[in-house]
């Protein structure tokens, strides 16, 4: 699969173990940035990944910043996206059956690097499953433009 990756200052090293995991499990991966845990501005960062996905380029994003929260804020002002913090296997597991997420965030200062990768790996495999949740995301957009 490809999928765009990016984070700021504080998630910097997790991302960095993100993009080795994501390569050694065949996909292919954009980094967009950072390039340091010097201190930067998540929303550039997030904003960038999220451009991919709704350029086409790729079909999943995962982004990252300390708590999550900002990036979360970030790639859910984008229309079509649907951006998932999950800090544990169930949430990702659920964001894709249910919500369809095709964004995934992390926060570096809180989940551990094994963890991490198990939810990223739950995400990336877990189809959505449609059918009363596929009506509801519909009404996302309905509801909210
Ligand atoms: C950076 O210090 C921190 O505020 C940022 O990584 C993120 O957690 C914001 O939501």
């Known amino acids: ?5 990016g984070s700021d200052h504080a998630g910097y090293f997790l991302k960095e173990k993100i993009k080795d995991f994501l390569v050694q499990e065949g996909h292919e991966v954009i980094d967009v940035g950072c390039d340091s845990h010097v201190s930067v501005d998540y929303p550039e960062y997030g ?14 994003v995962i982004v990252i910043c300390g708590t999550g929260i900002g ?7 984008f229309k079509g996206v649907r951006a998932a913090l999950c800090l544990e296997p169930f949430s990702a597991k659920m964001a894709r059956l249910h919500n369809d997420a095709n964004v995934l965030v992390l926060g570096g200062r809180i989940v551990a690097d094994g963890i991490a990768k198990e939810v990223v790996k739950t995400f990336l495999e877990t189809p959505f499953e449609g059918g009363r949740h596929q009506r509801r995301i519909e009404l996302i957009e309905k509801l909210t433009s």
């Open 1 to 5: 699969m490809k999928i765009a990756i």
């Open 47 to 60: 904003v960038k990944a999220v451009k991919k996905l709704l350029s086409g380029e790729v079909e999943r």
């Open 71 to 77: 990036m979360s804020i970030v790639a859910n002002r």
